[in-house]
């Protein structure tokens, strides 16, 4: 206990722990928990009764269609973007570049998005629909998204690219020694993928896992397009439908719970592997496909392409050209881009200055005070959007009003969600910065601010950038917490997405969906190019 | 690093958007917080504009979200009006004293059942629960009650929307205070057991589904059924006015409606608004656009709708769709209706 509240004891009583980035640290986390206060504030008021009438009512469902999905979801997006990272990173083949690309480009379709495409193909006058009646010439068992199953087939789809993306970073890093040498003991290619190759990437994937299910535990959009109660989804009912925020509080105190220990025992797990993600410095050359291994990588390939993004696309575009023609797109569309953007720069700044400091004193402390930080500081993924938004509105008016009104508590509110996001890939980018490299800088007489400056930002910009574009996509998709926090008449392109849509003006929902795929590639860009030139400190 | 150059794109749409913020808040404009569909309502606001010269930001969203949000920002809202498409959501902003009481005056065109006692919030037009049913199929020709609906020969055959929407609730309502709890839980069960798990999240949908023949009936406003006649004439579907008869409770309404913010510093401004929306122009354009009945009195609905009067309608005042809501959710909670 003594070492986990060292950075408040070290901030109360200078003489003795006092570090200035401490102080700064535990500072960014105090605010980042505001929300988790005023939920276990409000989740307090709840007497026993109505904990127990909650816990008999609609715990049990709850829980097991938010694990169940957590689940199926982690099995979809391990399927789909392990596989693809690794044929793409163990394979030279033609194309391999523009794979990479169509493995990422699924992150600029938000959930809701996708539920909404996919809910539209699947009528019976929808492309899929369609092609459904041709093969089977039964419109009644056309498939419908309304269950766990569809859910799980929307989330897989907008998420799978976390976990290619760590993926394919580990597998390109570590070389093939270990392989060659089971090989050579008589390993057949599955045996040498099963022992060799998934252990090794066992912690890339279980971060990328992390992230997925975050994303699931906390998604509002799909869930409410689809109906299907998750904790989230049940959550926003209590609160917009019956008023009654202590049940949401009480409610989003167990999906607090279920987060964190998640996020824990992920940590534990990849700790303990720690040794398997060690370095090697060899690297070999990636191996030609043979024309057959060609075609069933693009098959696989162009699969999963087809899926996440080549029918959203075609959808998108078809119906934008619609409302092209029909006239309906109008220098509105350009104010709310421009919206969307604005908010997301913002936030994406502020959130990556904001999480120096916490993954900076833990990397410098690596203690159970700076572990602590940094966990609390996932807090604001574990809340769901429309309980942060809540949390921020009674906080601000209560303590701060005169920063109501305005984007200021719509950007607090993002930058608390999207925190963790940056503090979790600066906290990686910050792991390979050894204590020994500062001291070079120290002793080659530069000061605690010129060290910064030349030795310690160079070092992690590439993992800054990183953070910087993550928070800023998800902050340009963002939903639940900007329907409730933007200022009046600031509408943002998934506000709008999602007026057209539940509409169904589908001719102006298609262009906004649209925009916000364009309007993430340039950051994409940046990343793809960050990525490269600096390797190491994406993992 | 080259790509940054790449970020210089995103400008114009940011300029728009500095741009058009500013102008928004250089001048003053009334803010209604809007749940109903934009484009019902923003024609009638252009309208208004035009006559009076005063600016309107709408702010959409979900009518119970932006409740809540009008009650945590108490004297801080931007609102100066709460526009919303169920009567329980209005009254249970009234009921949290968010709303200013109206002159009677103002409101006095509007029929006294059809705004609330105290007229903190007016309706501007009224929707009817109907079941659309499929002329073609066995239910076509029959004097039907909306708790047929429990009857398990339409099991596979029922299409009625999630329990979460608010005109579903409403209807609830209505039943419970017109037959008592005990037998709408019977019912709730019975089309519990008829719809299988299959819902639709879309009213429209399930007009499309009886018009198809996958389902034989469905609960719906009265209006999508008018909307999907427009776009296919010759769909197989018709609408029953249920409950009619000596001894029927009649048909549940609802109205979409709107009351002023307590904390509104343009009072005058936003009583012009309502005198617009209530008067005969602005009731032809608010309720016909969406076939609606128009709350005014002596104006008629549509030709294609059945007059109002013509048929029963069931005697539950507004006010009680707020202060039952959450009974009613409750008992829908019971039951496990999905």
Redesign the interface.
């Known amino acids: 206990m003594a070492v986990i509240t060292s950075p408040l004891i070290g901030y109360l009583n200078p003489g003795k722990h006092f570090t200035s980035l401490g102080g700064l640290a535990t500072l960014v986390v105090t605010l980042a928990i505001i929300p988790l206060l005023f939920v276990i504030y409000n989740s307090l008021q709840l007497s026993p009764t109505q904990w127990l009438g909650l816990w008999s009512s609609r715990l049990p469902e709850l829980l097991q269609n938010t694990l169940s999905l957590a689940v199926l979801v982690s099995i979809g997006s391990v399927t789909l973007g392990v596989s693809s990272a690794w044929w793409i990173s163990r394979r030279e083949f033609p194309g391999r570049k523009l794979a990479v690309w169509l493995m990422i480009l699924p992150l600029t379709i938000p959930t809701y998005v996708f539920a909404h495409i996919y809910t539209s193909l699947l009528e019976e006058d929808g492309w899929l629909g369609k092609l459904w009646i041709m093969l089977t010439g039964n419109a009644d068992s056309i498939p419908d998204l309304y269950n766990i199953w569809g859910v799980t087939l929307v989330l897989s789809l907008a998420g799978f690219s976390y976990v290619f993306l760590l993926a394919r970073t580990s597998l390109s890093q570590s070389t093939r020694t270990l392989e060659e040498a089971a090989r050579i003991q008589g390993a057949s290619p599955i045996e040498v993928f099963w022992r060799v190759n998934l252990p090794l990437l066992r912690p890339a994937i279980a971060a990328g896992l992390a992230v997925v299910v975050l994303h699931v535990l906390s998604d509002f959009g799909a869930v409410s397009m689809l109906q299907f109660q998750t904790f989230t989804l049940s959550i926003y009912l209590q609160m917009s439908g019956r008023f009654d925020y202590q049940a949401a509080a009480g409610l989003s105190m167990v999906l607090v719970m279920l987060s964190l220990t998640f996020l824990v025992l992920e940590r534990f797990f990849r700790k303990r592997q720690q040794y398997y993600s060690a370095r090697q410095s060899r690297q070999q050359p990636v191996r030609k496909a043979t024309p057959f291994e060609t075609a069933m990588i693009w098959l696989w390939l162009g699969f999963i392409t087809l899926l996440a993004f080549g029918l959203p696309i075609a959808w998108m575009l078809s119906w934008s050209w619609e409302a092209w023609t029909q006239g309906l797109i109008n220098s509105d569309f350009w104010t709310y881009t421009g919206n969307s953007l604005l908010v997301a720069c913002i936030a994406a700044s502020i959130a990556v200055l904001a999480a120096l400091p916490v993954a900076f004193y833990n990397a410098r402390r690596r203690s159970l005070g700076s572990q602590t930080l940094l966990q609390l500081s996932s807090v604001g993924f574990v809340l769901p959007g429309p309980v942060i938004a809540l949390g921020i509105i009674s906080v601000l008016l209560a303590q701060l009003p005169f920063l109501y009104g305005g984007l200021a508590a719509l950007v607090i509110a993002v930058v608390i969600r999207f925190l963790p996001l940056a503090v979790q890939s600066q906290d990686a980018a910050m792991a390979q910065l050894t204590p020994s490299v500062e001291e070079v800088g120290r002793s080659l007489g530069a000061g605690p601010l010129e060290n910064l400056w030349r030795v310690v930002l160079p070092m992690v910009r590439g993992g800054m950038a990183t953070a910087w574009v993550l928070v800023f996509i998800d902050t340009l998709k963002e939903l639940p917490a900007t329907l409730i926090l933007r200022p009046t008449g600031f509408d943002t392109l998934p506000v709008r997405i999602w007026i057209e849509a539940s509409e169904e003006m589908l001719e102006l929902a298609a262009p906004a969906a649209l925009m916000l795929v364009i309007g993430t590639l340039p950051v994409l860009w940046i990343m793809m190019g960050s990525k490269t030139s600096n390797n190491s400190s994406a993992t | ?4 150059k ?2 210089l ?2 400008l ?7 741009i ?2 500013t102008a ?1 808040f250089a001048s003053e ?1 009334l ?1 209604i917080y809007s749940g109903r ?3 019902f309502v923003k024609p009638v606001i252009a309208e208004f504009t035009r006559q009076t010269g005063i600016k309107v ?6 009518s ?2 932006l ?3 009008l ?4 004297s ?1 809202t ?2 100066d009006l709460f526009l919303s498409n169920d009567a329980g959501t209005l009254q ?1 902003g009234s009921d949290w004293g968010l709303f200013q009481t109206m002159n009677e005056t103002l409101v006095a065109p509007v029929k006294a059942t059809l705004r609330a006692p105290d007229n903190t919030w007016v309706g501007l037009s009224a929707r009817a629960r109907v079941l659309v049913v499929n002329t073609n199929g066995p239910w076509a020709n029959k004097n039907l009650s909306v708790f047929d609906l429990a009857d398990p020969s339409l099991k596979g055959k029922l299409g009625i929307t ?1 329990s ?1 929407n608010g005109s579903y ?1 409403a209807g609830v309502t209505v039943y419970m205070e017109s037959v008592g709890k005990k037998k709408t839980l019977q019912w709730l069960k019975g089309m519990k057991a008829n719809v299988d798990g ?2 639709f ?2 009213h ?1 949908k399930i007009v499309k589904a009886v018009a ?1 023949g ?1 389902k034989q009936v469905g609960l719906v406003n009265h209006y999508y059924i008018y909307r999907h006649l427009a776009k296919h004439p010759d769909a197989p579907i018709k609408i029953v006015l249920p409950d009619q008869g000596k001894n029927g409770m009649g048909v549940a309404w609802n109205v979409a409606g709107i009351a002023i913010s307590k904390h509104t510093k343009q009072s005058s401004a936003a009583e012009k608004l309502v005198a617009f929306l209530i008067s005969e122009k602005g009731q032809k354009q608010f309720a016909e656009v969406n076939r609606e009945y128009p709350t005014r009195e002596g104006i008629a609905a549509h030709a294609d709708v059945p007059p109002a009067g013509s048929y029963k309608v069931a005697y539950v005042p507004m006010v009680e769709l707020g202060e039952h ?2 009974e009613t ?1 409750d008992l829908i ?1 019971q039951v496990g209706m ?1």
Not at chain 2, 12 to 18: A, E, Q, Y
Not at chain 2, 71 to 74: C, L, N, R, T, W
Request: glycine share 4%; charged share 25%.
């Open positions: 690093m080259k790509a940054y790449y970020l794109i995103y114009i749409p940011l300029l728009f958007s500095i058009q913020t928004s404009s803010v569909s934009d484009k930001i709408l702010h959409t969203g979900k119970t979200a409740l809540n949000k009650k945590v920002e108490g801080r931007d609102a249970r999630n979460t609730i299959h819902v999240n879309k429209s198809k996958k809501r959450n959710i909670e999905p």
